[in-house]
């Protein structure tokens, strides 16, 4: 038996002044992975302070067209929210492909940004894991990697980040709002999840005394050309092993501005700027295609049982970016499957 505190938090202000008073205790909201990892033993956190009743439950619009989504938002909410299916449909598809019914009515807005890798060594407390035990050794990089990353890896750390919302989240260049004892900042989507470099254990540019506050969205939505792929061993209740988020700006058969994410490849949802500024102008065709899904791996390393991942990332990326092209997005928003 592991003891630990339990708090609730009044409000954000008092929660700020919790987790700084303790830098060891561990906001707790809908509970889905961070429960998981202490039943596990992978966290061992002193003090769980409990913001599931804090008012960051709103979605509002903001003064230059975009959402405001606050942290605590459900998944299930967020999704079906008549302006994300709307005005965001590949955020809606994203977070439909993720989980299941019940674990996204449970699972928050914040939450699903900060959800740890599923690496299934750090979940394995009997090896090694920088992530979990820094420089006690990575036991991916030769073991079984299957599920692990092929792009921004690092010799301490091949894990991949393994939410769908935040794949959705970066091709719309989203923002997080934070506070902290120091007041509020933004970062933005790009800066918020890290690559691994020699400190894998740190998953986020979030301080340990911050707390997510809300996402931003900007008023480019993306709602007519989009799709979110996502590839998997099972067709639900699966992490993705590949996915992508596409969102296009289509004049005719050209296109104006080309966005993809790609999840499941790194340590963070993957984009590469310069493989969508090879889209931009150019007409949607499986040969321009081809070359942004070249270039998006082009750095690529496989780890033996993952470098079918680099292939499959090539071959994914075209494909969602057909679907969006033709305006045809990938099915579980559409079949309203939940
Ligand atoms: C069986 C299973 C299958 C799943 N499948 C998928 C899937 O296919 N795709 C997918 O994307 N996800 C999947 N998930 C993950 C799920 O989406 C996450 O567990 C969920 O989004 C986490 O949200 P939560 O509110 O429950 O977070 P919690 O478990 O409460 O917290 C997670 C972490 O975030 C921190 N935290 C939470 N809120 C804040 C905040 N506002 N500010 C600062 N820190 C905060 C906590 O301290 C903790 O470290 C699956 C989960 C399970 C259990
Ligand atoms: S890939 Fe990262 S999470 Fe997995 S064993 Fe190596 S250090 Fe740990």
Redesign the pocket.
């Known amino acids: 038996m592991i003891n630990f505190q339990y708090a609730r938090a009044n409000d954000v202000a008092d929660a700020v002044r919790q987790i700084a008073a303790d830098p060891t205790a ?11 990892l202490m039943k596990e033993d992978v ?1 061992r956190p002193s003090r769980l302070i409990d ?1 599931a009743r804090l008012p ?1 439950t709103k979605i509002d619009e903001t003064a230059d067209g975009g959402l405001r989504i606050g ?2 938002v459900p ?1 299930s909410d967020l999704a079906w929210h008549v302006l994300i299916t709307q005005r965001y449909p590949v955020l809606a598809s994203a977070i439909l ?4 019914a019940q ?2 009515n ?3 807005t ?7 890798t599923r690496c299934f060594y750090f979940y394995d407390t009997a090896t090694p894991c920088n992530k979990r035990e820094p420089d006690s050794g990575c036991s991916a990089i030769k073991g079984i990697n299957r599920i692990n990353a092929i792009l921004g890896t690092s010799d301490a750390c091949i894990a991949t980040h ?5 794949v959705a989240l970066a091709a719309l260049e989203a923002k997080i709002h934070v506070a902290g004892p120091a007041g509020e900042r933004i970062i933005s989507f790009a800066d918020f999840h890290r690559l691994p470099g020699d400190t894998p254990q740190r998953d986020t540019n ?1 301080a340990v005394n ?4 809300a996402v931003e969205l900007p008023a480019q939505g993306f709602a007519k050309n989009y799709t979110y792929l996502k590839i998997r061993d099972r067709l639900s ?4 092993l590949v996915s992508v988020a596409v969102g296009l700006e289509m004049d005719g058969n050209t296109i104006r501005q080309a966005r993809f994410a790609v999840g499941g490849v790194a340590h963070k949802p993957w984009r590469d700027l310069s493989a969508e500024a090879a889209l931009n102008g150019q007409v949607a065709s499986p040969d321009n295609f081809k070359r942004a899904a070249d270039l998006a791996v082009r750095d690529a390393q496989g780890y033996g049982h993952n470098t079918f991942k680099i292939e499959l990332a090539r071959r994914t990326i075209v494909r969602a970016l057909t679907q969006a092209a033709t305006a045809t997005p990938q099915s579980q928003f559409n079949k309203k499957v939940v």
């Open positions: 561990k906001f707790i909201a809908g509970g889905t992975n961070l429960l998981d966290e913001i960051l942290a605590l998944n492909a993720g989980a299941s674990l996204r449970m699972a928050s914040g939450g699903n940004l900060l959800q740890r393994p939410s769908d919302m935040c979030l911050e707390i997510v506050t209740y699966a992490f993705a």
